[in-house]
């Protein structure tokens, strides 16, 4: 996940391979910050884990709408 402040760094500094994300609440009111990143950690790429994303929210139930953008800054590490 990314700092908006981080603790050492300039407001709005990045870490160098991250991924920014933004959902609506019917993705962040049923999947934690362990499974988001999970996904993107687990996923070949950013579409394919915000797909992931979609979906696990509808298994989970949401009753709001899923929205979910991502962009890739460098090269995250990933299981997949």
């Known amino acids: ?11 709005g500094a990045l870490d160098g391979d ?25 996923t070949r790429g950013v579409d394919e884990a915000c797909r992931r994303l979609v979906a696990r929210a509808v298994d989970r139930g949401s009753t709001d709408n899923v929205s979910v953008a991502a962009v890739e800054v460098g090269h995250l590490p990933r299981l997949a």
């Open 1 to 11: 996940m990314v700092d908006l402040v981080p603790p050492d760094g300039p407001v």
């Open 18 to 42: 991250c991924v920014i994300l933004v959902s609506s609440d019917g993705l962040h009111s049923v999947v934690g910050e362990d499974d988001m990143s999970a996904a993107f950690h687990g």
